[in-house]
């Protein structure tokens, strides 16, 4: 079998409320799902904003745009939920773009 793995970049990171400088202490890369594998989709991304608590984890991911659509959503949710920012004391939004390439 064969197995790919992701490259997930965070090409733009662009703060859409306060706090433009949220500071992030940990990445997860998303896993390249086998459904992309499966239908020969080589590459995609995912335009994703997420609410940071004010102890610095990931409390919500919302998919703002995505190509194509639903191929990459669910990788980007699950490994953007698993981020940590440095704590603020208060809630942020923060909006990320993560662009999936397969690696054979």
């Known amino acids: 079998m064969l197995v790919r793995s992701a490259l997930a ?13 949220a ?4 990445k997860v ?3 390249y799902p086998n ?7 080589n590459a995609g991304s995912v335009r994703a904003k997420m609410t940071i ?4 984890k990931v409390s919500n991911v919302e998919v703002v745009e995505a190509e194509p659509k639903r191929i990459f959503d669910r990788a980007a949710i699950d490994a953007l939920s698993q981020w940590k920012f440095e ?6 939004t923060h909006e990320v773009k993560l662009v999936f390439k397969s690696e054979d």
């Open 29 to 31: 890369a998303p896993e």
């Open 23 to 26: 500071k992030v202490l940990k």
């Open 87 to 92: 704590g603020t004391g208060a809630a942020q």
């Open 35 to 41: 459904e992309a594998v499966k239908k020969n989709i």
């Open 53 to 56: 608590a004010g102890d610095g």
């Open 9 to 21: 970049l965070a090409l733009a990171a662009a703060a859409t409320l306060a706090h433009a400088d």
